[in-house]
């Protein structure tokens, strides 16, 4: 699970629950102050151990539907 706070289209923090420990402390610290579609060019399609998605990937996912249900 991952809990994304926006400031519009700035992403203000990021809670993982699950996944690799040391990631899920550092990506919040490395995407704090990104906009959305940055960390999308960064972080979409990034595979992990062979599966097709990653935190990284998962993360980028989250922003944009964090972004889309703040403007629905």
């Not at 809670?15 to 040391?22: A, E, I, L, S």
Request: proline residues 3%; aromatic residues 2%.
């Amino acid at each position: 699970m991952i809990e994304v706070e926006l400031d519009g289209h700035i992403v203000k923090d990021v809670k993982f629950t699950g996944g690799c420990n040391g990631n899920l402390k550092a990506i919040p610290k490395l995407v704090q102050g990104l906009t959305v579609e940055q960390v999308e060019e960064k972080l979409s399609g990034i595979s992990c151990s062979g599966r097709p998605t990653s935190c990284g990937d998962q993360l980028a996912k989250a922003c944009r539907a964090a972004l889309e249900a703040q403007n629905a």
